[in-house]
């Protein structure tokens, strides 16, 4: 399937942000959302189980594997992956949506979805990228979660290193010290990003 001729590419542009494992990704893009709400938000389906204080339609789309398996075979999926045995996607449908309607959107997504949405949308898309303060800082962070075995928390710290090995990949680097300072400049971005395309 070719989406780069279609209209919907001539409108806005899709922020893509990645990053490590509890770099903190997600909250820094919550926040950013507040502080500029006319960003449209790209929700990622999973087959991974709900967890606790999420929603589904506002963290993620939560979907059974088997629906997951038929919209792949659908072609419904933009790109997808198996990630720790739990399948990620991104539905093309929410991105025609946003962008046709003239808005900028965001998406928190990893660096190989980066790749394969880029690969499709081109010019319509900015990766951005957060990196931690340090490598010790981060396994500090996956540590507190408390949500894993050593040996899970272990393969996500490694995983992690080599996330933050594709920074390079991206059109900007940000390193999230603290979660306003990292929003606010990331919403300074993407306002001068958008105000360069207009002029």
Known sequence: MNYAGDNMMQRGTLFVVSGPSAVGKSTVVERVLQ???ALVRIVTC???????????????????????????????F?????????????LLSTIQEAIASGSNAILVINWEGFLKIKQTLQDKVVGIFINPPSVATLEERIRSRGTDSPEAMQRRLNLAQQDMQHANIYDIC???REIEETAQQIVKYINESTYHEIS
């Open 78 to 90: 933009i790109e997808f992956s198996e990630v720790y045995g739990n399948y990620y996607g991104v």
């Open 35 to 37: 502080i500029n709400p």
């Open 46 to 76: 999973t087959t991974r189980i709900m967890r606790i204080g999420e929603q589904n339609g506002r963290d993620y789309i939560f979907l059974d594997k088997e629906d997951f398996l038929s919209r792949i075979k659908r072609n419904e």
């Open 174 to 176: 940000f390193i999230n």
